[in-house]
RNA sequence: GACCCUAUCGUCUAGAGGCCUAGGACAAUACCCUUUCACGGUAUGAACCCGGGUUCGAAUCCCGGUGGGGUCGCCA
């Protein structure tokens, strides 16, 4: 058997960092095992789905790199096929209209919830041998009902959580279409699982209550039934739920904060999911890897701190000529030219050991083009008149010598050594000459990579003429 | 409230009855490296929710409690 698994996103927001490690182990699952993975968009409620939404996760996919390999199917397109399988059920008799009205569906419920009970509908209009229904009302449209087994339970081997039981008393009887006829969410799920062929449904913890209903649906429909793995929530930093008015952000949003896509791949694929002690692994080891039985059934905490570690992991590996393309980007985005600087892949290549995202990146790089803006503080606690006869002299040797990283480390060194300076004594005021800043990357590298008529340029800046 | 799920260092986790004096990673702390800041290296501290069972033996199995979470829509 093939294996075919779906993400199934209603396009009613951003790709959230939950919805994107849902989609990598339901990808990860089908490219392991050479099966498809198969994308469908719930688009079924007309009044929160946008097509903004929908290009928002298309492009959460594309940047993560999570190709599917059928679709995007979209529910709405298939609402006759939906309406077809609806009329065959109310032929069957496994689905029947109910003609309560939402007022009188209201009362039930506060009833209900008077007396404490669960609210569910008590199957007023379900067809029953013997019973006498009402006349239909003609100012209602009726909803269709699906006709629930009343007793027994429905159980299933959850890959992540274990054997789940469901006493069908405590299922009712659900709305499979509205009023108006349009089909609604438990109903199209199950068509189109059994429609796509889908073996294995990965998919948030929050449904695992509509799977006994799917699974009864699947029943009544004579569909197999396919496997099930609950993933459990990611919660925030701080351990509270993730929700769009708390820290729910859009994977896109870790692009502009300057993260890599496979560090946030890296560091989803190890949230609830593990193999041994490996912290660090390609998505081909993890699709080597991946499987259901190394899932955590509890919920995960995200943390920020871990991630960042990983990104800066995977920037130390990358290609600088990569790099150097997000750089150019985001110092673009600030109005910073380059074309007359330094070679920028060099200059990325000198920090991206010591950057954490790429952001960082793009601010350590910037002083090579730029002039430098030392503060004042900086100026008077470095460029004191020992420092400047230091580097007057630097400036010399510094004209005529062999522009190489090992050369020009030998020139400040001996500099330092003539004029009477310790290393740090001159380097740093250097530093700050060069980058206006006291903290860089080793001093060869930085004269070496900015060029002999920029280092010359600049230290005439800050020297008396 | 009802139903369902869940519980190992601060965090992510390893652990499928003896391999556990509970391992790894992030974070923390200390030291080393070093021309600065980082990077890197080494080391240290840090956990089996509680109570009952089962067993020669339980972090691992069972029951109960407690904590956390999810769901109870003509939303998905």
């Known amino acids: 058997m093939t294996v075919r698994t779906r993400f199934a996103p ?16 339901a990808w990860a699952y089908a490219r392991r095992h050479g099966g498809s993975f198969i994308l469908r968009i719930e688009d079924t409620d007309v009044a929160r789905s946008t097509p903004e939404a929908v290009q928002a996760i298309l492009d959460g996919m594309q940047w993560l790199g999570l190709a599917h390999d059928e679709g995007p199917f979209y529910q709405m397109q298939r609402m006759d096929r939906y309406r077809q399988v609806i009329g065959e059920m109310l032929a069957a008799g496994s689905a029947y209209h109910c003609y309560m009205s939402k007022e009188e569906l209201d009362a039930l419920r506060a009833e209900q919830e ?53 006493a069908n008393s405590e299922l009712d009887d659900f709305i499979i279409a509205r009023g ?31 799977t006994p209903r799917q699974i009864n649906l699947l029943q009544a429909l004579g569909a197999a039934v ?113 074309a007359d600087g330094p070679d920028l892949v060099r200059v990325v290549a000198l920090y991206r050991d010591r950057a954490g995202n790429l952001n960082e990146l793009a601010d350590a790089v910037h002083p090579f083009y730029a002039a430098p803006k030392p503060t004042a503080e900086m100026c008077s606690q ?54 206006g800043l006291p903290q860089s990357p080793g001093i060869d590298a930085v004269l070496e990579v900015l060029g002999r008529e920029r280092v010359l340029a600049r230290l005439a800046a800050v020297l008396p003429a």
């Open 114 to 166: 008077a007396r404490k009970e669960k609210p569910r509908y008590d199957g007023r209009w379900r067809p029953e041998p013997g019973k006498i229904l009402p006349a239909p009302p003609t100012d209602v449209l009726p909803v269709v009902r699906f006709c629930n087994p009343k007793e027994g339970v429905v159980a299933w081997d959850d890959q992540v959580k274990g054997r789940i039981e469901f």
């Open 382 to 435: 470095h460029l004191t008149a020992a420092a400047l006869d230091g580097l007057d002299a630097l400036r010399g040797r510094l004209s005529a010598c062999d522009w190489q990283a090992p050369e020009l480390g030998k020139v400040v060194k001996e500099t330092a050594a003539a004029v009477g300076l310790k290393m740090p004594q001159l380097a740093i005021p250097l530093r700050v000459a060069l980058l």
């Open 226 to 338: 396919p496997q099930y793995a609950h993933l459990s929530m990611i919660l925030g930093d701080d351990g509270q739920k993730l929700s769009k008015r708390h820290g729910a952000v859009s994977v896109m949003q870790y692009d502009d904060e300057g993260y890599l896509p496979e560090a946030v791949l890296n560091y989803l694929a190890r949230l609830g999911w593990s193999h041994g002690d490996e912290e660090v692994f390609s998505m081909e080891q993890f699709v080597r890897w991946f499987d259901l039985d190394h899932i955590t059934a509890s919920a995960a905490q995200f943390n920020t701190e871990k991630l960042n570690w990983l990104n800066a992991h995977y920037l130390k590996l990358a290609d600088p000529q990569r790099l150097a393309g997000e750089v150019a980007r985001r110092l673009a985005r600030q109005q910073v030219a380059i």
């Open 180 to 210: 108006d006829g349009t089909p609604t969410y438990n109903f199209c799920v199950v068509v189109d699982d059994r429609d796509m062929a889908i073996t294995h449904v990965i998919r948030g913890d929050d449904h695992v209550n509509n």
């Open 10 to 25: 209603s396009p009613t927001g951003f790709l959230h960092i939950g919805g994107a490690r849902t989609a990598l182990f």
